[in-house]
């Protein structure tokens, strides 16, 4: 049997995962990134998107709105701004964070941090497209 990740899924709502898996795939904010077991450590900001955990052939999605994501020696550890699975996602839960987004780029005391909150609205208004067509 091959070795397993120890994988948590925190957001401060509450723990959404704690569990063995095999694979995790995460929306690092330098790109989509990999993580199985033995992986070296490592510690990445995590962009709006999609989180995958792969367990025995089976595969369940989440939604990550930011965060933090660290591996080390014991496992991988996602610290979530906000997250939920996939499944059970509504348009609702998402209305604020999109207002929140849009104050921040109206708000930004600098051009680069209005370039920064525009990118982040770019990702959350992605990822609330691909999980409700729009």
Known sequence: MADKLK???VSPEQLLVSADVDMV??????????VLANHAPLMST?????LSVSNDSAETKYYVLGGFA???????T???????EVDGA????FDRHIKAAERKVE????????QDAEQAQEHLNALVSELFGG
């Open 78 to 84: 996602v610290l979530a701004e906000h997250a939920g």
């Open 107 to 114: 708000t930004a005391p600098d051009d680069d941090s209005r």
């Open 90 to 93: 509504q348009r609702s839960d």
């Open 7 to 9: 994988f948590n899924l």
């Open 46 to 50: 995590l962009k709006s998107g999609f």
């Open 70 to 76: 660290e591996v080390n020696p014991e496992g991988l």
């Open 25 to 34: 795939t995460l929306p690092g904010s330098e790109g989509e990134m990999g």
